[in-house]
Each structure stands twice: as C-alpha cells, then as structure tokens.
C-alpha cells in the first residue's frame, strides 16, 4: 500500500533519474510519516536522528569516526593533560570537550 501509494503520488518526470528520484523521496517520506504514526512521541526523535544516518550513510556522507565520537564520546584511557576549568564539570565531561 505504501510502496503503490508513492508510486501514484510522486512527482512524473519523462527523465528515468529524476522519476526514480521523486519516488524514493515519496516512498522515504511516506515510510516515515507511517512509522511516526506507530510509535511514541518520545521515540520520533530517535527514529528521526537513526533514518536521517541511514539516508547519509547511503549517499556516503558520514564521518564514521565523529559519528562514533558523538555517540560514544572520549572513549581512550590517556589523561587529560589540561586542567578543569570549573568544578562543575565532570571529568568524562572535560574528557570530551
């Protein structure tokens, strides 16, 4: 239903690359607002953030090594050499600024 409904709504084109292209945007829209209809507010944020990667990831344009700086954050055991410049920030904190 979803697949045939894009098919139908998106945008005709007689040039094969641009018609592809307004079906897979379609069809990546319409799979989203689907999935956004089935799930928790709380959880569309991440589902959001988890769709957009997959989308870059397809036309290889994420960074692996700062996507997995910004999830897992300073992951290596050496020190930090400069000392905190406030108590209140953590030392895992201070570790990755």
């Known amino acids: 239903m979803v697949f045939n409904n894009s098919l139908k709504d998106a945008r005709k084109d007689t040039i094969l690359e641009n018609r592809l292209r307004n079906i897979t945007d379609k069809l990546t829209m319409n799979v989203y607002d689907f999935t956004c209809l089935g799930i928790f507010e709380i959880h ?7 769709m957009t990667m997959m989308i870059l990831e397809g036309d290889g344009l994420v960074n692996h090594k700062e996507l997995n700086f910004f999830l897992k954050g300073n992951t290596s055991l ?3 050499l400069v000392k905190k410049p406030a108590v209140w920030i953590t030392d895992g904190g201070w570790k990755d600024i």
């Open 78 to 80: 050496d020190d930090v």
């Open 44 to 50: 569309k944020l991440m589902y959001s953030f988890q």
